[in-house]
């Protein structure tokens, strides 16, 4: 197997627990942004055992706080890529925790919506 997550060298670890680690993305898309990755080899969110469902979530609690004291971010997303159709690139369970800034972008309307960017900017009827 060929898997780069599965490579990872202990000194690249920011954070971990029992089931998963945490690293900076090699190809961050802001400052501190992060990956929490299985340490067990498996392809995607829906292929994992519920205790490391569990330990993602933990984990990400605990690099919030990480990222809050270090970078003090305005605001979080949190994504997961399942399939290649939904841009997964590594075929090995990771969640991104993204930090986000104020003015990173100039309208950031629609958050995660924007994997599909014509659907991301829309406008609710109040």
């Known amino acids: 197997m060929d898997c780069p997550f599965c490579k990872i060298k ?3 670890i ?3 627990n029992e089931l998963s680690i945490a690293v900076y993305d090699k190809y961050p898309v802001n400052k501190g942004h992060i990956l929490i990755i299985t340490k067990r ?3 995607d969110y829906f ?3 519920e205790e490391e469902k569990k330990s993602l979530l933990k984990l990400m609690e605990k690099c919030r706080s990480f990222l809050d004291r270090e970078y003090k971010p305005d605001g979080y997303n949190i994504g997961l890529n399942c399939g290649r159709a ?3 690139t590594i075929m090995h369970l ?3 925790l993204i930090p986000r800034y104020k003015n990173d972008i100039d309208d950031p309307t629609g958050g995660v919506r924007g994997v599909i960017p014509k659907k991301r900017i829309y406008r609710t009827e109040r």
């Open 10 to 12: 202990k000194n690249k």
């Open 14 to 16: 920011i954070i971990e």
């Open 41 to 43: 080899h498996v392809i």
């Open 47 to 49: 292929d994992a055992l």
């Open 86 to 88: 939904a841009g997964q």
């Open 94 to 96: 990771h969640l991104h």
